[in-house]
């Protein structure tokens, strides 16, 4: 039997790794968190059972303006067969806060959108229990009732964007920004070009509205 390659052998963690159930909502958010230790746990396993093991390294900067700080993690994922062969996965980022706290939790929200990068594990609510967090069986066909989301496709960016562009008055406006500030805020941890067009919009049509247009 040929030995597989670095390449074949993510190949069939992709294809065994499955999907990853998202957590329940929080107070005022509107959509199901995506769990770092859920992500990881999948991920790590699917990765193990196919002779790879991933590293990872942080680079953090401060954003003064945003008084965010930015983490940025570098994925290294090995052949444990062949270690002097590995598959890097850059420039996955998150924010935190800065406190005690901001640092780590930026750590794991950047490691789990490396972990979604490599493995292209899907996300998604097919009915009250979602998706099982284990990896599926290859020969059992997965039965799911949408097409499953990905990433942060929990959030409906666009419906954000429209909401708020069409808002006829500032207060109707105000009301749709206080609706969608949790997600907005989770965007800007985790999704900072989302983030940036719906604070485009919200900007555009505040100052329209304010100047009465």
Known sequence: MNKKNIYQKLHDAC??????????????????????????ATATQSLLDNGLYATCNYLTEIV???????????????????????????????FGNLDKFGTGNAMSYSRKYAFLNLLNLKTGIKDED???PKPFEQDSPEQSVEE??????????????????????????????????????????????????????????ELQLTKGQ
């Open 15 to 40: 294809l065994s790794a499955g999907s990853v159930k998202k957590g329940a909502k929080a107070n005022g958010m509107h959509f199901n968190p995506l769990l770092h230790d859920d992500v990881q």
């Open 64 to 94: 003064p303006n945003i008084k965010q700080v930015m983490v940025v993690c570098t994925m290294r994922v090995y052949d444990i067969d062949d270690p002097t062969q590995h598959i890097l996965v850059d420039g996955c980022s998150a």
């Open 130 to 132: 979602g998706y099982s």
């Open 148 to 205: 499953p989301t990905y990433a942060d496709d929990s959030i409906d960016v666009d419906d954000i964007k429209h909401e708020l562009k069409n808002a006829e008055t500032i207060k109707g406006f105000n009301i749709a920004k206080e609706k969608h500030r949790a997600s907005v805020e989770y965007l800007l941890r985790n999704n900072l070009r989302a983030y940036r067009q719906i604070s485009d919009i919200a900007e555009t049509r």
